[in-house]
């Protein structure tokens, strides 16, 4: 009887394992619809608004259950000079991973081209979502990668740290 049962917590465990799997590598995820005008935006240094800018090639995923799975790809022909003078960079980014199975974005390689000053970082959208960040990336070849972040205020709001002044007041927003 025991075998029975060791086997059964076994199997319902694999069951688990594979649900959980299946469901935060697959099932949240929905491909986002490229509108053609305005998917990707950037920051202008003049107006301190985000302005869209010219790409191709736009492909995106989302989930509605966190405001930081967000992750897109593009090509632009607009050279990073061009792009530093234009529009408000971004230090310290650092890309988060995505699904496997969404091959045009890789952490790791974004991650490298940042390092290596082949890739640079501007700032998107701020407060895209209360406390998450959009932040752009475009190499030198002109691929671009795009993907939320937390800022200093998400950062203290999902800690649990007091938020302070110089954050902006959160809205009561259930889709943040």
Known sequence: MGKVIGIGIVMIALLAGAAMYYLQVYHFYEPVEATGTDDVRMVNLATGAPEPVLYEDFQAIDAASSPIRYRACFTTEMSQAMLTETY??????????????????DAEAIAGELQSGTALAFLGEKNIHYGIDRIVVVAEDGRGYAWHELNECGDKAYDGTVVGEECPPREDNPED
């Open 88 to 105: 408000e960079m971004y230090e310290g980014a650092e890309p988060l991973t995505a699904p496997g199975w969404f091959d045009c974005f």
